[in-house]
C-alpha cells in the first residue's frame, strides 16, 4: 500500500513538473508595469507635497539683501549677495528669484566652475529674467511648480543653509539641483531630490 | 542603460525604498512569469489573475518598507499575490468557475493521435489540479509546479511545514484518482470534492 502511494506520489509530482510555466500574457505584463508608473508617478509627487510642511511657518524661509535662508538653527546674518536678484519670495519658500533651469550638464571634473558660472549669472542679474537661458526660454523658464518642488527638496535636504543660487540641471547624467549656499567659501551642491541626499558637495574658489 | 542584473531582488527592493524610480519595475519584469503562474493556478481565471496580480505588485510597491528581509523577496511577493488572489476567490464564491482557454482541446487535430494524447494529457493534469479543493491545489502549485521548497511553501501559506506536506500528499492522491478517471474529473468540481475548500486568507503581515 506505501509502495503504490509512493508510486503515485511520484507519478503526480513527475507529472505536475512537466507542465511549463505559463508566460505571462504581453497586455497584462504591460498593463501592470503601466500601473507601476503610474504609482510611481504618484510617488514622486507625495514627497514633494510633504517637504511642505516644514514650510508651514510663514516665516521658515527669509530672503535679506537677495539670500535665501533657509532657517532652523542659530545662523550667522546672511551676505548680501545677489542684492541686484533680490525680489520678495511668498510665504510658502518661493526661490524663484535664484532659481535657473539652465539646462547646463554639470560634471564632476568641472563642478566647482560651473557652480561659480551659476553664482556670477545670479549676482549679475538685475531683473528675474536674468538667469534665463536657452534652454529655458524654451521651456518658457523655470515653473512655478518646479521652482515650488525645488524649495521643497533644498528644504528637506539641507535645512539651515542660505542660498545663492540653485539651477534645475544634471549632473553626471542624473536629473539634479545644483545649489550654492552662503558658507565660507561657499559650498556647490547637487541635490538628488529621488532620494532626498547630497550627492556631490565642493567648495567653490 | 542600468545593468539590473548586477542587483539581486533584495538590492532592488531597497534601491526601490530608497527612490530607484526603476527598480521595482525590474522586479515584477524579473519574476512576472512565475507570478503570473501563481495567479492563474489559484484563481483558475483569467481576468481575474490578471487583476489580482496588478493588486498584488501595487500592493508590494506601496508596502516595501515593510519588508523585514527574513523571507527571500519572491516569497514575500507570492505570499501577497496569493492574498490578493484569495480575496478575489472569496468575492466570487458564488459565481460558477470559468474554465481555463487552455482546457480547450484542439479538435481540429484529430488525425495526430500522438499529439492528441499528449495534449489531452497535459489539460488532464491541469484539470485535474483545477479540481482540487483551494489548499490542495495552492501547495502543489508552490512545491510541484513552481518548484518551491516545503519550507518556502510553508512561509507563503503561512502554515507549518507539515501541513504542506500533508496537503500536497492528499492533493497527489486526489489527482491520481481524477486522472484515473478523466470521465469523473469533467464533474467534480473543488466545492464537491469532499474536502475542507474554505478560503483562507494568508497572513502577509498586514496585520
Known amino acids: 500500500m506505501e509502495n503504490d502511494d509512493s508510486g503515485q506520489q511520484a507519478e503526480i509530482r513527475h507529472l505536475l513538473r512537466q507542465q ?104 549679475s542679474c538685475p531683473s528675474s529674467t536674468t538667469t534665463t537661458t536657452n534652454a529655458e526660454l524654451q521651456t518658457g523658464g523655470p515653473t512655478s511648480s518646479g521652482v515650488t518642488q525645488a524649495t521643497d527638496c533644498l528644504v528637506a535636504v539641507i535645512p539651515q543653509q542660505r542660498v545663492l543660487a540653485v539651477d534645475m540641471a544634471t549632473y553626471e547624467g542624473q536629473e539634479v539641483l545644483v545649489a550654492v549656499t552662503a558658507a565660507e567659501p561657499p559650498q556647490a551642491l547637487a541635490v538628488d531630490c529621488n532620494r532626498a541626499k547630497v550627492m556631490v558637495s565642493t567648495p567653490l574658489q | 542603460m542600468d545593468d539590473f542584473s548586477a542587483r539581486d531582488d533584495q538590492q532592488l527592493l531597497s534601491d526601490h525604498v530608497a527612490g530607484d524610480t526603476q527598480a521595482f519595475s525590474e522586479l515584477f519584469r524579473r519574476h512576472s512569469d512565475r507570478l503570473w503562474a501563481v495567479a492563474i493556478r489559484t484563481c483558475r481565471d483569467q481576468e481575474d489573475a490578471a487583476d489580482a496580480l496588478q493588486e498584488a505588485m501595487i500592493s508590494a510597491f506601496r508596502r516595501a518598507e515593510s ?141
Open chain 2, 67 to 207: 519588508f523585514r528581509g527574513d523571507a527571500k523577496v519572491t516569497t514575500w511577493l507570492h505570499r501577497i499575490v496569493v492574498n490578493a488572489c484569495l480575496d478575489r476567490l472569496r468575492a466570487r464564491k458564488s459565481k460558477p468557475t470559468v474554465p481555463l482557454p487552455e482546457a480547450e482541446p484542439d479538435l481540429g487535430t484529430r488525425d495526430a493521435r500522438d499529439h492528441i494524447d499528449e495534449h489531452v494529457t497535459r489539460i488532464t493534469v491541469l484539470e485535474a489540479l483545477d479540481r482540487l479543493p483551494e489548499e490542495q491545489r495552492l501547495a502543489l502549485t508552490l512545491v510541484d509546479l513552481q518548484g518551491c521548497s516545503v519550507e518556502e511553501a510553508s512561509r507563503i501559506l503561512n502554515v507549518p511545514d507539515g501541513t504542506i506536506k500533508s496537503r500536497c500528499f492528499r492533493g497527489r492522491s486526489r489527482m491520481h484518482e481524477l486522472l484515473r478517471n478523466p470521465v469523473e474529473t469533467a464533474h467534480v468540481t473543488p466545492n464537491n470534492a469532499g474536502e475542507n475548500d474554505d478560503v483562507r486568507e494568508v497572513d502577509d503581515g498586514k496585520r
Open chain 1, 20 to 123: 511549463a510555466t505559463p508566460k505571462i500574457p504581453s497586455d497584462v505584463g504591460e498593463r501592470i508595469q503601466q500601473a507601476l508608473r503610474s504609482e510611481q508617478d504618484q510617488r514622486d509627487t507625495a514627497p514633494k507635497r510633504r517637504w511642505l510642511l516644514p514650510l508651514g511657518a510663514a516665516a521658515a524661509l527669509a530672503l535679506l539683501a537677495g539670500v535665501i535662508f533657509i532657517p532652523g538653527g542659530s545662523e550667522p546674518e546672511p551676505q548680501p549677495v545677489a542684492a541686484d536678484c533680490s525680489r520678495p519670495i511668498s510665504a510658502e519658500g518661493d526661490l524663484s528669484a535664484v532659481t535657473a533651469q539652465t539646462g547646463r550638464t554639470y560634471s564632476e571634473a568641472d563642478f566647482a566652475v560651473q557652480a561659480q558660472q551659476l553664482v556670477n549669472e545670479s549676482s
